[in-house]
Antibody, heavy 122, light 107 residues
């Protein structure tokens, strides 16, 4: 069974940093691209960042470009999101999501974790 | 960036109704349009991928259609468990983008 378990969220002051982690199990992690998707309280879904199987391709939403960094560790089956210079508008539930088995990494999201909540406030 | 516009933003329907939600893209995205269902307090669930392909395990009352810039999600014979918010998402171009959502509630 595919499992994605996010951690690392919490309350952080504006301008500070936070690192999110996603522990993956139940599938061959390095066969798949991975993504972060967020949802602000009471709002819709926003793709944040994605990374291909070998970290050779990745991208970010304009709203986080230059502040967030996606990474993965295929030896430990973990996905990460380093979030710097956090802003109140980054407050959201952050989901880790897996795409389908595919050569491309612009994908849809077949499996989702339950999310980790990030609150940016002074 | 490709903007995805869903309509309506909300609707009220009864059990047994046929419901159609539309999603319009600002550029041609061929068939790279996907639909998700999200229930309150839960993670989204993939329903339809590449415009018309039903994800494994999703009931056949859900169907998707369209190509290019105009797409539809249809729910035939709405069931009590279908009351939720539905999102479309394109994966033709980066950044990947979602529609604003359509909330389906009980009339």
């Amino acid at each position: 069974e595919v499992q994605l378990v996010e951690s690392g969220g919490g309350l952080v002051q504006p301008g500070r940093s936070l690192r999110l982690s996603c522990a993956a199990s139940g599938f061959t992690f390095d066969d798949y691209a991975m993504h972060w998707v967020r949802q602000a309280p009471g709002k819709g879904l926003e793709w944040v960042s994605g990374i291909n199987w070998n970290s050779g391709s990745f991208d970010y939403a304009d709203s986080v470009k230059g502040r967030f960094t996606i990474a993965r560790d295929n030896t430990r089956n973990f996905l990460y999101l380093q979030m710097n210079s956090l802003r109140p508008e980054d407050t959201a539930l952050y989901y880790c999501a897996r795409g389908p088995l595919s050569t491309g990494w612009f994908q849809y999201f077949q499996h989702w974790g339950q999310g980790t909540l990030v609150t940016v406030s002074s | 960036d490709i903007q995805m516009t869903q309509s309506p933003s909300s609707l009220s329907a009864s059990v047994g109704d046929r419901v159609t939600i539309t999603c319009q893209a600002t550029q041609d995205i061929r068939i790279y349009l996907n639909w998700y269902q999200q229930k309150q307090g839960k993670a989204p669930k993939l329903l339809i991928y590449e415009a018309s392909n039903l994800e494994l395990g999703v009931p056949s009352r859900f169907s998707g259609g369209g190509s290019g810039t105009h797409f539809t999600l249809t729910i035939n014979s709405l069931q009590p468990e279908d009351f939720a918010t539905y999102y479309c998402q394109q994966n033709e171009h980066l950044p990947l983008t979602f529609g604003g959502g359509t909330k389906v509630d009980i009339k």
